[in-house]
């Protein structure tokens, strides 16, 4: 069975994309905790991080490494924060969420509701800041 993310790497459920190559994908979270919390994905479902293979665990790291400097540039913050989970959805993800405090990258923290245009402006300035 494919994951939520299978779907949204194959475009069954649409996503606001702020990265792609032919390996990875990385996207808004869309119950987020801060503004600018992105998933980072390997575009093959594999349910746990640790099993990926060596190349894809490095390239998948290589590839959060440039999106959180996009998003540094992006969204004001002291840092990003990256948490891997993955008890949540069967497909290795890492949360890329930018910080000013410990606390801000506090999962029981409330989730934000943003409105459409709100995603879509911070994927976009995420994206143009993407290298």
Same mark, same amino acid.
């Given at each position: 069975m @494919? @994951? !939520?993310f299978s779907k949204i790497v194959a475009g069954d459920i649409p996503a606001y994309k702020v990265a792609?190559?032919?390996s990875y994908l990385a996207f808004l979270d869309v119950?987020? !905790?801060k503004k600018g919390h992105?998933?980072?994905i390997p575009k093959n479902e594999e349910d746990y991080i640790f099993d990926l293979d060596q190349a894809n665990y490095t390239g998948l790291m290589l590839f959060s490494k440039k999106v959180a400097e996009a998003i540094k540039? @992006?969204?004001p913050c002291k840092k990003v924060s990256m948490? !891997? !989970?993955g008890l949540e959805v069967p497909h290795a993800h890492v949360h890329l969420i930018p910080i000013n405090t410990m606390n801000d990258c506090d999962f029981s923290?409330?989730?934000l509701k943003l409105s459409k245009e709100e995603f879509e402006e911070i994927a976009n300035k995420i994206a143009a800041n993407f290298q």
């Open positions: @494919s @994951s !939520i792609e190559n032919e119950f987020p !905790i992105v998933l980072v540039k @992006s969204i948490q !891997i !989970i923290n409330e989730k």
